[in-house]
């Protein structure tokens, strides 16, 4: 069974700060990483995708990636209380077709005022 | 921006009866799927779809469920006879590639 373990939360920082979300997963030949934001009874959002080693960053987030150590993480620069949601690290299948995801249970950010 | 669209946003069935669940995904994307998220818990995988066959389906998806892509443009999950724990968020989403767009998913309540 593929696992993808993140932090459950609640993790809360003041605004303005850098939140830092963690994702581990267990399948050793995914390829393609990626996080999601999901507001409160809303559908998943596609936020950052990271495919090698290191980082990668677009606007105020930053993807991390360590294949070795099967690490992901995202971090949010000057976090808004708009980030508040629940941030969401999925994984392609490797051994699986067509780019099937495994998700984590996700990590609730609240970013206080 | 293009989205994948989903009907209805909420449905109500009792228990027993089938459910069709619709998606119009992006015009130009190839591959198809359904997920589910059960309240609380993951987002969960249930099947993929590719040049009108299923490619892979997980252990959820088992007889009671089917895909079908009738038209060019629609993709549908029916439920056929809906169970209490089939209650949950059904997401569909569709890619060219790896990394997909997901619709805004139906709020299925069994009762």
């Known amino acids: 069974q593929k696992e993808v373990e993140q932090n459950s939360g609640p993790l809360s920082v003041p605004e303005g700060a850098i939140a830092s979300l963690n994702c581990t997963y267990s399948?050793?030949?995914?390829?393609?990483f990626f996080w999601y934001r999901q507001y409160s009874g809303k559908s998943p959002e596609l936020i950052m995708s990271i495919y090698s080693n290191g980082d990668k960053e677009d606007g105020r987030f930053t993807a991390q990636l360590n294949k070795a150590s099967q690490y992901v993480s995202l971090l949010i620069r000057d976090s808004q209380p708009s980030d508040s949601a629940t941030y969401l690290c999925a994984v392609n299948d490797s051994g699986g077709s067509n780019y099937k995801l495994t998700f984590g249970k996700g990590t609730l950010l609240t970013v206080n005022p | 921006e293009p989205e994948v669209t989903q009907t209805p946003s909420h449905q109500v069935t009792q228990m027993g009866q089938e459910v069709i669940l619709r998606c119009v995904p992006i015009s130009n994307h190839l591959y198809f799927y359904w997920y589910r998220q059960i309240l609380g818990q993951k987002v969960e995988f249930l099947v993929s779809?590719?040049?009108?066959?299923?490619?892979?389906k997980s252990e959820i998806f088992d007889d009671q469920f089917s895909v079908e892509r009738p038209d060019g443009s629609n993709f549908t999950l029916k439920i056929r006879s809906t169970k209490l724990e089939d209650s949950a968020m059904y997401f569909c989403a569709s890619s060219v590639a790896v990394g997909y767009t997901f619709g805004s998913g139906t709020r299925l309540t069994v009762v």
């Open positions: 399948d050793r030949g995914s390829q393609s």
């Open positions: 779809f590719y040049n009108n066959e299923i490619s892979e």
